[in-house]
Structure formats: C-alpha cells, structure tokens
C-alpha cells in the first residue's frame, strides 16, 4: 500500500513538473534507496543519470515561467508528464518490489491529478497574487520538496 502511496505521490510531483519526478527517482537509485539494479530501469540509477536528469528539471524550472511555454492541459505537455509519471511509478514498483506495471499505473494517475489540479491551484494562485510568477515559484518549491520527500522516505 505504502508503494503505491509512494508512486502515486511522484506521479503527482510529474504533473506539476515533468523532469523534476526523474531526477528525484535518479537520485534515489544512485544514491541506492530504491533497487533497479538488472532491470529495464537500471539506467536511472547510472552515474551520470542524476546529473543529467537535474539540468533538464532546472532548465523546465526557467522554461516554465517563459510566456510562450504552452499550457501544461495540451496534449504534448499532457503526455509527456503522463509518461514521466508512469516511468517513475514503474521505477518505484520495481524498485520497492511491487511490480512496474501496478508501479506505472499508480504514477500515471498520479500524474494525471497532479497536472491538474497544479494547473487549478496555480491559477488561483495568481488570481490571489494578481500575477502568475509567485504562483510558479510557488508550484515549483511544492515539486522541489515534494520530490525530496517522496524519494527521502525511502532511504
């Protein structure tokens, strides 16, 4: 139950960010907090995955707050935070040992919820702040910290 709390979780962390969920699932596999170790995984856990995974996160940090980033609700953004998610509830299934598939169904719904409802909140919050930077700075520590938290439980 804890596993797919745990996926569903960083499924939702893909929703409000797409790369931020991989890094944290790739800092979690190097640092050998969760084993995918001879799986179709294991590249997420390769030396230079968490490095390479946390650029791309700090460069969708910038990118979001650039005017022509489109909507997270189109179907491009939609997809692809939906196939992050999946990858790391499949990441965490296989690495807690309770499946990739259950794994990846957990972290896409997750990612499902997280897409939205971060899109609805976001946009209340800057209705509340007049302006929409506040609410992403916002949006983005709830996915920093979610992340870590998420992936700090397991160690």
């Known amino acids: ?31 050998g907090w969760i084993d995918l170790e001879g799986s179709w995984l294991a590249f997420l856990g390769y030396r230079y ?6 650029v791309l996160a700090l460069g969708e940090l910038v990118a979001d707050k650039l005017p022509s980033t489109p909507s997270r609700k189109v179907p491009l953004q939609f997809g692809a935070r939906i196939v992050s998610g999946a990858l790391c509830g499949a990441a965490f299934g296989v690495g807690l040992g309770a499946g990739a598939v259950g ?7 997750g990612a ?5 409802v971060g899109a609805a909140a976001r946009a209340r919050l800057a ?5 929409d930077r ?13 992340g870590a938290i998420i992936v700090g439980s397991l160690s």
């Open 112 to 116: 499902v919820a997280g897409t939205l």
């Open 127 to 131: 209705a509340a702040f007049g302006r």
């Open 134 to 146: 506040p609410a992403a700075l916002i949006e983005d520590a709830v996915a920093i910290l979610g």
């Open 103 to 109: 794994g990846a169904f957990a972290g896409a719904v």
């Open 49 to 54: 995955s968490p490095w390479i995974l946390t």
């Open 1 to 31: 139950m804890l596993v797919h709390l745990a996926t569903l979780s960083i499924g939702a962390v893909a929703g409000l960010r797409t790369m931020m969920a991989p890094a944290a699932v790739c800092w979690a596999a190097w640092l």
